[in-house]
C-alpha cells in the first residue's frame, strides 16, 4: 500500500505558473503508474495527466496538452504535475493518483490510491 500527499497548490494569476508535488511512502512509486486528476466545484473528477512507471511515457487531457507536464523522479518517490500559462478553468482540486495494475488508464475509478488533494486557483 502507498500514502500519497499532494503539495504547491495555491493561488495564481491567469498565464502565471505552478508546479505540484506528490510525494509517496509506504511503499516504492516505481511500482505503480501514476495519474493527475482534478475537481471543480460541481463536476466531475477529470483526468489530467499520467505516466508511465519508468517516465519514458506521458499522456494529457486535450485540454491542458501544451501547458502542462507530468513528470517522476523514483528515486525521490516523487511525481510531478508543472502546470504552465494556467487559465481560470483550470481551477480545481488537484488529485494524485497510483495504479497498480498494468498500463496506464484515464479512467479515476481505475486507480488504486489517491492523495488528499491540493487546491489550484487561477484568477482572471
Known amino acids: 500500500q502507498v500514502q500519497l500527499v499532494e503539495s504547491g497548490g495555491g493561488l495564481v494569476q491567469a498565464g502565471g505558473s505552478l508546479r505540484l508535488s506528490c510525494a509517496a511512502s509506504?511503499?516504492?512509486?516505481?511500482?505503480?503508474?501514476m495519474g493527475w486528476f482534478r475537481q471543480a466545484p460541481g463536476k466531475e473528477r477529470e483526468f489530467v495527466a499520467a505516466?508511465?512507471?519508468?517516465?519514458?511515457?506521458?499522456y494529457y487531457a486535450d485540454s491542458v496538452k501544451g501547458r502542462f507536464t507530468m513528470s517522476r523522479d523514483n528515486a525521490e518517490n516523487t511525481v510531478y504535475l508543472q502546470m504552465n500559462s494556467l487559465k481560470p478553468e483550470d481551477t480545481a482540486v488537484y488529485y494524485c493518483?497510483?495504479?497498480?495494475?498494468?498500463?496506464?488508464?484515464?479512467?479515476?475509478?481505475?486507480?488504486?490510491?489517491w492523495g488528499q488533494g491540493t487546491q489550484v486557483t487561477v484568477s482572471s
Open positions: 505516466v508511465s512507471r519508468s517516465g519514458g511515457s506521458t
Open positions: 493518483a497510483a495504479r497498480a495494475r498494468l498500463g496506464v488508464s484515464a479512467a479515476a475509478d481505475e486507480y488504486d490510491y
Open positions: 509506504g511503499r516504492t512509486l516505481s511500482s505503480y503508474r
